[in-house]
Each structure stands twice: as C-alpha cells, then as structure tokens.
C-alpha cells in the first residue's frame, strides 16, 4: 500500500527503512544525495523540520542510473533527476533532457505508465512573456513527452513550483497498470490553455486515479484560484482558497470514480506570513486531513496558493 506521512523523524532513520519509497526534507537545498532522498528546494515553518515520506508495503529496491536516481517495487517505481544552477541557465533544453532521461530508465526499468510528476524550479516566475522560467519550462516538458509519444489523453497529475534555491528537480511516480487522467469541467484543460500562457501549454491532468495491488488511490494536482483559464481573487487570500476548494470539490465529485477519501494535503504559500490564515482555514475545513505546508512561488505571478491532494 502507497502511504503519504509528513514525520519530524530524522531522515537517516527513515531511509535506513526499506519500505520507505521516498523521503523529501524541506529545506532549501535542491540537489542529489542518495537514492530514496530527494531535496526540492522547498522550505518549510514548522520546528522541529519536517519532511514528506512516501512508503510502501513491500521493499524497496534503490539505485542510480545515469543521473536519474530511483527507488522501486515490483508494483510501482519513482524517478528523479537535478539540473544544476548552470543548466537551469538554459531552462527549456535541460527540461527537456531531464525528462527524457526520466522516461527511458523508467521503461528500462520495467515501467510504462507515469501516474503523478512533480516540479521543483528555481525563480519559476522569472522573466516576461515568453521568457517566463516557467513558460520555458512548459516547452522543454512538451517536447519531451512528445518524443515519448506522450498524448494529452496521458499526461497524468502533476504540480510545478518554485523555490528560493539553485537548480530544479523532476521526480515522478511510475506503475505498470493503466491510469486514468481527469479533467476539471470548470476549467479549461491546462494542455488547451490560450497562447497568452505560453508558446507550450502545461501538459498535466487535474486528476489521476490508479489500481495497485487491489487499493484505489486518487492523486489531485496543484490546484489553485483558476475559474475557466483565468486567476480569481487576485492580492485576495481567502478568495484564492475559496476558489481552490470550489475546484477540489469539483474533482472529488467527478474525477473520484472509486468515491475515495482526502488523506493528505501539501499546501504551497507564496507568502511566508500568509501561512497562519491558511493553515486555520484549511483546518476548520478539513479536520481530518493531514496537511503539510511549504513556501514556494506558484506558476502564475498572481497566485497566492496551491494545494495538492493525495486520497485512498
């Protein structure tokens, strides 16, 4: 069984745990270590430090390819891969390398589906129109999962976001049984979005649910203040996180066909101070979800939050 914990443990001590799929500290380093470790860059408020874990129900075989490193089962697998300061310098050639790279261990590995991508840059809202870091970004993915034979009718969930370190990391999540991708009726699909957002659209789905050995899991992705294509509630807080809510409620109605339960939410602040009224407001509305939060910049410059969602 895939579980999401956030634990103050140390992270040698996870680690040491062979069921341990994937532990990802929060703190402001975002560069390889080990195999089964994976530093995004992301920080997070809460003493003692605090970081994300992944496990399973069976052990875990961990290793390095290339530059990818990996962590697997028989059932499942996950990949990651950093590009330095320097090749963040050329954002959409080493995007696009990096996900190629990803995708090719994964399939020599055995594994043929990727179920849930996450993205980890540097500065992502840096730079105007076209020359936009994330917008760069979107064109590298794009080209990489073309030259997979990736369609929109496979890109899976997935989030990207920014952090105040160097380098960037992609790390993904990969299984052998079909998934299936959703949409948000109340949005447009982000690989449809209009060329104001980019030369490349975002290639993800709002919502990937999967079978694994038996146990239903539903993965939302970053999900923000979007109505239709555009932001809502602009220098608005509460708006945000209304309109957020509106659109996970959404998906937990209809891109949730096996009528699963929120487990986890990671929550991305942009601001530091803003933490506090989010956390309360997320609580007073979902007592029993476990929720992790970190400061990181969302996609869009005007964005104020982004929360994900894991649900068994």
């Known amino acids: 069984m895939l579980r999401q914990q956030f634990v103050s443990t140390p992270v040698k001590e ?10 990802m500290p ?36 961990r290793g390095q390819t290339g530059n990818t490193y990996w962590s697997k089962t028989s059932e499942l697998i996950c990949l990651a891969h950093w590009l330095s ?16 790279s990803v995708l ?18 540097p500065a992502i809202n840096e730079g105007t129109g076209d020359d936009e870091l994330y917008k760069k970004f979107c064109t590298g993915r794009l080209k990489a999962f073309e030259n997979a034979g ?23 999540f990969a299984c052998n049984q079909t998934p299936q ?12 979005y209009p060329r104001q957002y980019g030369i490349s659209s975002p ?7 999967l079978t694994l050995n038996d146990v239903n899991y539903l993965f939302i992705s970053g999900t923000a203040s979007i109505t239709g294509h555009q932001t809502l509630g602009e220098n608005d807080l509460e708006k945000q996180l209304e309109v957020t809510q509106s659109n996970i409620e959404h998906l937990l109605t209809n891109a949730n066909p096996e009528n699963l339960t929120l487990s986890t939410f990671k929550v991305y602040v942009r601001h530091p101070a803003d933490v506090a009224f989010t956390r309360s ?9 476990e929720m992790l939060f970190t400061i990181a910049d969302i996609c869009r410059k005007e964005l104020l939050v982004e929360i994900e969602c894991f649900c068994i």
């Not at 380093?29 to 809460?46: K, R, S, Y």
């Not at 991708?181 to 449809?192: C, D, G, L, P, W």
Request: charged share 20%.
């Open 85 to 100: 300061k320097d090749e963040c310098e050329n954002i959409e050639q080493y995007t696009q390398k990096a996900y190629e």
């Open 104 to 121: 090719s261990v994964m399939n020599e590995q055995g594994f043929t589906h990727p179920f849930r991508f996450w993205n980890y840059l």
């Open 203 to 209: 290639s993800f789905a709002r919502a990937t649910a």
């Open 14 to 23: 996870v680690l040491a745990d062979n069921h341990t799929l994937a532990v």
């Open 281 to 289: 407001w997320l609580e007073a509305r979902y007592p029993g979800v």
């Open 26 to 61: 929060l703190a402001k380093q975002c560069e390889p270590f080990e195999a089964g470790m994976i530093t995004t860059g992301l920080e997070g408020l809460a003493a003692p430090a605090v970081s994300e874990v992944w496990t399973v129900s069976q052990p875990t075989e």
């Open 181 to 192: 991708h959703f949409k948000n009726t109340k949005q447009v699909n982000a690989y449809e």
């Open 150 to 172: 990736l369609t929109p009718a496979n890109f899976p969930a997935a989030s990207a976001l920014g952090h105040h370190s160097d380098g960037a990391v992609v790390y993904l």
